[in-house]
């Protein structure tokens, strides 16, 4: 029966036709459509939910429901074509188009429709759709694929070649035949081809080939030969990489692979070599030495500067067991390490210690590279070797005057710290600086915004942000900062610069902070202005003279953080200007009060004698820091020193202090040692005079001197610097006061003191200036000593060289 007879009113058919189209559209995992033309009604099935996401149930049943989701660059296109179909009465369409999701992206599909006509007019339409996304994107990766390889092959000026192992025949493509010098002949063989390849490889390459195909082997096949042209009679260096394929009988059934044109990179190689012989003439110019190792059997060709550089000798007969015989132990696995680099990369680079024949030690650096033959093996080595000892040295030094520069922020007597780069980073902040800001080591390595956010919309953050950007130093006296302290918001005086530091290049890294707390000075000037005229005018006057000295404490100090030669301006500024000041405050101050005593209060008279008493530990303070400058920055001259000598000039010096004190003082033989008289003379009179000062009152105060020479057994705990000397030990014996050896390394810090003011005078460095002096010497103090039983300071001194 037909299908227009169904729909002329056979309702049972119709039914049953209905029932199995609804099959058919659920057993498809396409898009089933029915358009009815008459009543302008589209239905579709489930596929439109499984494939496009939209519910049938829920689209329109015109038309449009179909055409505007449709992708609007092929709407017209669709709709003209099917409008076209219909209008002609044919019996089918098909076409490509996009068609939108429900999420709005668009598919690829395919569709077809099929007309139904009545009476030879269309009056439905029945399609499928399908979804090909996949398929065109599966379809254009492989032609992106294969236009990749064609490329690469292309870029890469590959040839490729297939060869039967039955037939022994040869297929190239154009690229091959151009590397071959273009055969004419029309089918080539393997032995052919052989008699284009170089006499001189056409053995390799025949074994290669062998190794390859044969079965027990099965060897990649890489290598590199040279070809004669066949019709050009060109030569062409080849760099071929192939593989032979197996059936499961293990026989070969092919060999195919790739060929490629390296004559440039062969003819660069041997520049190179020819270039790196010029360059050893160059090198040897500079100061540097040469050399040339064949690698299969070590022979070394050098230049006289190279066996200087390694031994210390030009003359000496040189093998490769220099690089071996003369390396610092513990830099053998350095070398080891180098070499393994060079066997994958092909370049030498490694610094180590050698030793040279005299038994002194020079830093070198060795630099090379590896040239290869046609093959890919290393067959030689060259390079050079330097000395780098003196560039090493150098750096050593830098390295000890910044731990000097540190040491003098740490120990300097203001509050002193340094701002690191644009951010302000907090660095190396002296325990004065840390008490100053009541924070605490927490602040240390934070940006000074984050570390005292206190300072937000106050002055500093802006000054110092000015002069990171135009280099110039501010300094301020009596500013107001305020500064939370257990967590409270509290006011406070500082007199404060800020010097902008420089690197090699000129660029700022860095801000040094040195402040003074002068809250109480501000707040007792704020409490005289509100007396009488003449104590304000007197006030002033002094806070004048002390601000004045406050500022050239600052300028000396800030030329301490940088250099030696900041020390040794530092140094002249404590022996002239800062003495000075100091001096005038004392004067002034006695003056005032003898003179105005009686027209003081008890608290300005209070107020003057602390002011003596300080001038006073200050310029004490200052005469040991000048000392122990001098000590750090300058360079010093060794000669042998007769200690007894040394001891009896001190002693004398000591008379004085020894007869008021009734000391008894025995003085051994004493030997000669290494090192500078004055510093020598320094330490002496520093110890000596400890163990006069701090006596017991109640029995009679004896010293001993004594010297004898330090075994091995003896020195096997003492850092031992100077290795052409013997070391003598110099033991310095009292029977004082003692003191608890857990404080043995605190006594040897500057300012450290183990009693008050009041009991013993002194300012905290001399030990430390004792301890700087030994260092100096390349040597080492320490001490035993027990509470109420007298102390012995130990010395280890180097003896005279008696080469």
């Not at 492989?142 to 092959?153: C, I, R, V, Y």
Request: aromatic share 10%.
């Amino acid at each position: 029966m037909k299908l227009t007879e169904t729909i002329n009113g056979h309702e049972h058919d119709l039914l049953v036709a209905i029932e199995r189209f609804e099959l058919v559209a659920k057993a498809t995992h396409d898009v089933i459509w029915d358009w009815d033309l008459e009543k302008s009604t589209v239905w579709w099935n489930d596929g439109m939910h499984h494939i496009f996401g939209y519910d049938p149930a829920q689209i329109s049943t015109g038309p449009d429901s179909w055409f505007d989701r449709i992708h609007p660059d092929d709407q017209d296109k669709v709709i003209r074509k099917i409008y076209s179909v219909i209008d002609q009465g044919q019996a089918n369409w098909s076409d490509f188009y996009r068609f939108r999701r429900a999420d709005g992206s668009y598919a690829h599909v395919h569709d077809r429709g099929y007309t139904i006509q009545s009476n030879g007019k269309p009056i439905r339409m029945v399609g499928s759709m399908m979804d090909i996304t996949e398929q065109l994107k599966s379809e254009q990766a492989h032609k992106e694929s294969e236009e990749n390889l064609k490329f690469a092959m292309l870029a890469a000026n590959l040839g490729t070649w297939n060869l039967d192992p039955d037939t022994k025949m040869l297929l190239f493509d154009e690229r091959c035949l151009e590397l071959y010098g273009n055969p004419a002949d029309e089918f080539l063989s393997y032995e052919k081809v052989l008699k284009y390849i170089h006499p001189e490889d056409r053995e390799w390459v025949m074994t290669a080939v062998a190794k390859a195909l044969d079965p027990e082997l099965k060897r990649d096949y890489d290598v590199r030969y040279r070809t004669i042209g066949a019709t050009d009679g060109i030569l062409r260096w080849l760099h071929c990489k192939g593989k032979a394929y197996f059936n499961n009988f293990n026989q070969p059934y092919r060999f195919a692979g790739v060929s490629r044109d390296i004559t440039d990179e062969v003819a660069t190689q041997q520049k190179i070599l020819w270039a790196d012989q010029q360059a050893a003439m160059t090198i040897e110019g500079s100061g540097a030495g040469s050399f040339f190792i064949t690698l299969n059997s070590d022979e070394i060709i050098y230049s006289p500067t190279m066996a200087r550089i390694l031994t210390g000798t030009e003359n000496k007969q040189i093998t490769r067991d220099v690089f071996i015989d003369h390396i610092h132990p513990d830099d053998v696995q350095t070398r080891l390490d180098a070499y393994a680099e060079a066997e994958q990369t092909g370049e030498l680079r490694y610094e180590a210690r050698f030793i040279w024949d005299n038994g002194s030690v020079h830093w070198i650096r060795v630099i090379g590279r590896n040239f290869y033959d046609s093959a890919g093996r290393a067959i030689s080595l060259s390079g050079i070797v330097m000395d780098m000892t003196d560039r090493i040295e150098s750096e050593q030094k830098i390295k000890t005057s910044e731990e000097h520069l540190r040491t003098l922020i740490e120990q300097a007597p203001v509050a002193t710290t340094l701002y690191v780069g644009k951010d302000m980073i907090i660095d190396i902040p002296n325990e004065a600086m840390l008490k100053l800001w009541g924070k605490g080591n927490s602040v240390i390595g934070k940006p000074l915004r984050e570390a005292l956010p206190e300072l937000e919309g106050q002055p500093f953050l802006g000054i110092l942000d000015k002069i990171f950007q135009t280099g110039e130093a501010h300094s301020e006296k009596g500013a107001r900062g305020d500064i939370v302290i257990d967590g409270v918001l509290q006011t406070f005086y500082y007199d404060y610069t800020y010097k902008p530091l420089r690197n090699s290049e000129g660029e700022i890294y860095a801000i040094l902070d040195m402040a003074v707390d002068v809250t109480e000075q501000v707040k007792s000037l704020q409490a005289l202005e509100k007396s009488e005229e003449r104590y304000r005018q007197l006030a002033s006057e002094l806070e004048r003279r002390v601000q004045q000295r406050t500022e050239e404490l600052h300028r000396a100090n800030a030329e301490l953080i940088n250099s030696n030669n900041n020390l040794q301006q530092f140094a002249y500024a404590a022996s002239h200007d800062m003495q000075e000041p100091l001096r005038k405050i004392q004067s002034f101050s006695s003056r005032l009060q003898s003179i105005y005593t009686k027209q003081l209060d008890e608290n300005g008279v209070f107020m003057l004698g602390r002011i003596q008493d300080a001038s006073k530990r200050m310029s004490m303070m200052i005469d040991d820091l000048l000392t122990y400058s001098r000590l750090t920055t300058r360079e010093v001259e060794f000669e042998a020193v007769p200690l007894d000598k040394t001891v009896s000039a001190v002693l004398a010096d000591l008379e004085i202090s020894i007869q008021e004190q009734g000391t008894q003082v025995t003085v051994e033989p004493m030997p000669e040692v290494w090192g500078n008289r004055p510093q020598l003379t320094q330490l002496l009179q520093n110890l000596i005079s400890n163990a006069i000062k701090y006596r017991q009152r109640d029995q009679v105060s004896v010293i001993k001197i004594s010297a004898h020479d330090a075994d091995e057994s003896e020195m096997a705990s003492v850092p031992k610097i100077l290795a052409a000397h013997s070391y003598t030990c110099l033991e310095i014996s009292d029977n004082g006061i003692g003191f608890d050896e857990k404080f043995l390394d605190r006594i040897f810090q500057m300012f450290q003191r183990l009693h008050g003011r009041g009991e013993f005078s002194g300012s905290g460095i001399g030990l430390a200036l004792c301890k700087k002096v030994v260092q100096n010497h390349y040597g080492h103090i320490t001490a035993r000593s027990e509470l109420g039983k007298g102390s012995t300071f130990i010395v280890y001194l180097p003896k005279p060289d008696k080469k």
